[in-house]
C-alpha cells in the first residue's frame, strides 16, 4: 500500500509550484536579462544594481558624434532593431540609444552611468566598421590567431546586418590624416582595459574595439595625445568601475609617495592590463571587492 501523503510533503510541492511560477513570470516579463549572444554573457542595461563610489558623475567626452548613428544603421553595421532591443522600453538607456542613432547633428557627447553600456556597444560597431589600417594590417590580421572573424570583437559583434565580417574595416566613417594615425596608434598602444592583457594596438575584445572607435573620433577633431589619455581613463572607469575603484585605492594607500600617476600611466600595462590589475588587487582589502565590465554585448 502506498504510504499517505502528508501535509509537509502537500506544502513543499504548493511551495515549488509557486517558485516556478515566478521564475517563468519573471522571464516573460524581461527581468531575467542574461543571455548568450557569440559566446559572451550579456546583461541588458538595468539587470545589475551596481553600487560604487566614482570621481566624477559625468565626463563630457571631446568628440562630435554627428550623424554617425544614423550612418551606421543606414550601411548595415547596426542593426537598429537588434541594437534597441538591448534596452528595457522607457529606460534612460533605450532614450539614449535611440536619440544617438536617429539623430543627425549630434555634438559632444557626456558619459554616464545611465549611457555607458550604449556607448560601449555604438563604439564597438564603430571601432569595428570603420576603415582603419590598424585593423587590415595590425596584430589583429597576424595568421596565428586563425583569422580576424575568431576575435570576441568581431565573432561577437551580432548586432549588425548580416555577418559582422562584411562589414569589418569596410566605410570611411572617420578618415584620419598619416599624422593623425600615428597618434591613434601610439595612444592605442599606451592604453590596456583590465578584462586582459591586450592593449588597444589589439582590440581584439568590445573594449579594445570601442577604445580604438574612441581614439578615431578624438584625433579626427584634432584632440591632444594627453586629452585623449584623460578621456580613455574616464571612459575605462565608467566600463569597469570596479576594478578602478579598487586601482584608485591603492594609488592613494600608497604610504611616503605623493605624487599620482597620470592618465596615460594609469591605463598602461602596469595598472589597467589584467595582469597589472590583478597584481594590484592582491595588495588591495579584497572585502566587498566585485568584478565589472564582461566582454559582451
Known amino acids: 500500500m502506498a504510504n499517505p501523503i502528508s501535509a509537509k510533503d502537500i506544502f513543499q510541492s504548493v511551495l515549488i509550484m509557486l517558485l516556478g511560477a515566478a521564475v517563468a513570470a519573471a522571464i516573460l516579463n524581461g527581468s531575467w536579462r542574461d543571455r548568450q549572444i557569440g559566446g559572451e554573457t550579456i546583461r541588458k542595461s538595468g539587470s545589475q544594481d551596481i ?3 566614482k570621481t566624477a558623475e559625468s565626463y563630457v567626452l571631446p568628440i562630435e558624434w554627428g550623424d554617425l548613428g544614423a550612418k551606421m544603421v543606414s550601411v548595415g553595421v547596426i542593426d537598429y532593431e537588434k541594437f534597441m532591443s538591448l534596452y528595457p522600453a522607457a529606460s534612460p538607456a533605450r532614450s539614449e540609444a535611440e536619440r544617438l542613432l536617429t539623430q543627425t547633428d ?16 555604438l563604439l564597438w560597431g564603430l571601432g569595428l566598421g570603420n576603415r582603419n589600417p590598424l585593423l587590415a ?39 584620419l590624416s598619416p599624422e593623425t ?31 580604438l572607435g574612441l581614439l578615431e573620433l578624438m584625433a579626427a577633431k584634432g584632440v591632444s595625445e594627453s586629452e585623449m589619455y584623460r578621456a580613455a581613463l574616464a571612459v575605462n572607469t565608467f566600463w569597469f568601475p570596479d576594478q ?9 594607500s600608497r604610504e611616503g609617495d605623493t605624487t ?4 596615460k600611466e594609469i591605463l598602461g600595462k602596469a595598472y589597467s592590463s589584467g595582469s597589472g590589475y590583478q597584481k594590484i588587487a592582491a595588495m588591495v ?13
Open 285 to 297: 582589502d579584497s572585502a566587498g571587492r566585485k568584478s565589472s565590465g564582461s566582454c559582451g554585448v
Open 181 to 211: 594615425q600615428i597618434i591613434v596608434e601610439r595612444a592605442a598602444r599606451n592604453i590596456y582595459r583590465p578584462c586582459c592583457d591586450n592593449s588597444t594596438l589589439m582590440p581584439d575584445c568590445n573594449h579594445g574595439m570601442a577604445m
Open 106 to 121: 549630434i555634438g559632444a557627447i557626456v558619459i554616464s552611468e545611465d549611457n555607458a553600456n550604449v556607448l560601449l556597444n
Open 244 to 252: 578602478y575603484q579598487t586601482i584608485n585605492a591603492y594609488i592613494d
Open 137 to 175: 594590417s595590425g596584430p589583429m590580421a597576424d595568421p596565428r590567431y586563425g583569422g580576424v572573424g575568431n576575435f570576441a570583437s568581431t565573432g561577437g559583434w551580432t548586432l549588425s546586418s548580416g555577418s559582422a565580417m562584411n562589414h569589418y574595416s569596410m566605410h570611411p566613417f572617420v578618415t
Open 51 to 53: 553600487s560604487r563610489s
Open 260 to 263: 599620482r600617476p597620470d592618465a
